[in-house]
């Protein structure tokens, strides 16, 4: 699906209940009021929509990325945080108690019903916590699997707890048919983590695959290569990623995204390019040949397949090489007439992976930190070096692949515009998307 679409679909789905909610009717009420019921439904259809914005529904990360969905994701939890925060305090002067004769409807007094008012504080308490734990997580003394499953747990709660404060003290939400609307709503997005963490999973289970080898490439990058276990392997595309659990059941949270940088053309093992970083990558050394893994995927939009462009360009900074690597061999194994050229950028020699297959021929090599004696490119990925391997015309025609460390990929992906090189003839990822 096209960004354009998506966002109009978002807005769609998020704008639905609070129209309806306008279109009910009611008694009428002060413009602050209004807003304060407005502010709060929009808070809980935006909680909603984060469900499916967690990066794992094909039809929403293919038309965007994930890193892209994952950005969304995070500033419209921070958008939805303020306007529930607003929510409570915009009621101000509002007249509350039981039932008054002259509110038959109940939208005129807030509630004082302890039992109904304490799911929204709970929210209200919880919220906070949830988006901020988000925030600093990287700071926190925890594996990242156990922030995950606590972050999913948080969500589920939140939703239970604002589909009871909405039902039952939203002046709209206690409408009967706004009470339906929100639980199959809330219905949609719960149902849709139970998806992605039980039905998926299940459905793996029959496409069991076992490690065929483990090799270290560098100091801290090793390649990890998978067989097909009774089954014809996995229909993907060259650049994209899977998410990969090695020795645990499928239904384990100990799952990582990973780029496979094998080529579809090259047979039904998929290999991936691994560099140590935390718990799970440290151990990829000590994977066992034959040990069961089971793959989530193919995810992701870097594919070229396609694509017109008369050229491709391959920048890699470091373990970004590994989508590019796979887009790189898929184009040399169906002799894509396409020109090719690859930019991959180290900080030492001894990190450079895949040197004898990458060979010379159409590969510029960067390193920061370069040896006595060494004639390749020295420096960072930059403008300056991107204006020595691409001809002006280059810029301006060819496809431009870019995937690396946070920082290169701004630099580049700013380069390229500068230079005038169509937006949609980049297409990037970030693996980590902070
Ligand atoms: C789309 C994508 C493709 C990637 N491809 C590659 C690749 O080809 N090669 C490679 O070496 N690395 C790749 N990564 C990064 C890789 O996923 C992390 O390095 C790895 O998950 C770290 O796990 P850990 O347990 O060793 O470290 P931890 O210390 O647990 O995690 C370090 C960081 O990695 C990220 N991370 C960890 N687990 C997950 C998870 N389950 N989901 C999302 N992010 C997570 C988080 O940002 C975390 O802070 C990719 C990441 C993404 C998002």
């Known amino acids: 699906m096209k960004p354009l679409f998506l966002i109009l679909v978002y807005l769609g789905v998020v704008a639905l209940p609070l129209v309806l909610s306008f279109l009910t009717g009611g008694p009428s009420r002060p413009v602050y009021q209004e807003l304060a019921s407005g502010l709060g439904i929009l808070a809980f259809s935006m909680i909603l929509a984060e ?3 967690s990066g ?7 038309g965007v990325g994930m890193d892209v969905t994952m950005r969304f994701h995070q500033i419209m939890a921070r958008t939805a945080l303020i306007f529930a925060l607003l929510h ?14 002259w509110d038959p409807t109940g939208q005129l ?9 304490s799911s929204g504080i709970a929210a209200f308490l919880i919220l906070p916590s949830l988006v901020f734990l988000a925030i600093g997580r990287t700071k926190l003394d925890h594996k990242y699997e156990v922030w995950r499953l606590m972050h999913g747990i948080g969500a589920v709660l939140i939703a239970l707890l604002l589909l009871h404060h909405a039902t039952h003290a939203g002046r709209y939400g ?13 219905g949609l997005a719960v149902g849709s983590l139970f998806y992605v963490y039980l039905i998926v999973p299940f459905q793996g289970r029959r496409q069991a695959w076992r490690v065929a080898s483990v090799t270290r490439l560098t100091p801290k990058q090793w390649e990890l ?3 097909p276990d009774a089954h014809s392997g996995l229909a993907y595309k060259a650049g994209q990623f899977v998410w990969l659990t090695v020795g645990h059941s499928p239904f384990s949270i100990n799952e990582h995204p990973f780029s496979i940088c094998s080529a579809p053309s090259g047979g039904p093992e998929v290999s991936f390019m691994i560099k140590e970083l935390g718990d ?12 069961i893994a089971y793959l989530d995927g193919p995810y992701g939009s870097l594919a070229i397949e396609g694509r017109t462009e008369p050229g491709v360009a391959l920048i890699a900074g470091g373990v970004g090489l590994a989508p590019l690597l796979g887009i790189l061999r898929q184009m040399r194994l169906t002799g894509d007439p396409r020109k090719l050229r690859l930019v991959y950028g180290n900080r030492k020699a001894d990190q450079i992976a895949f040197r004898d297959e990458l060979g010379v021929a159409d590969v510029t090599y960067v390193l920061s930190e370069p040896p006595e004696g060494w004639t390749g490119e020295t420096g960072f990925i930059d403008g300056a070096l991107l204006d020595r391997v691409f001809a002006p015309q280059e810029f301006k025609d060819w496809l431009f692949v870019v995937c690396g460390p946070t920082v290169m990929m701004d ?12 937006a949609d003839r980049i297409l990037s990822e970030r693996f980590d998307y902070d």
């Open 88 to 101: 409570p305090f915009l009621y101000r002067a509002t007249p509350s108690g039981g039932p008054r004769p």
């Open 56 to 62: 794992r529904f094909r039809k929403i990360s293919h």
């Open 411 to 422: 630099i580049v992906e700013t380069h390229l515009i500068k230079r005038g090189t169509p």
């Open 51 to 53: 469900f499916v914005l």
């Open 174 to 186: 206690s409408l009967p048919v706004m009470s339906w609307i929100w639980l199959v709503m809330t």
């Open 225 to 227: 290569t998978l067989a």
């Open 280 to 291: 799970f990558t440290r151990g990829v050394g000590d994977i066992k040949p034959g040990t």
């Open 109 to 117: 007094t807030l509630t004082t019903d302890i039992a109904d008012l």
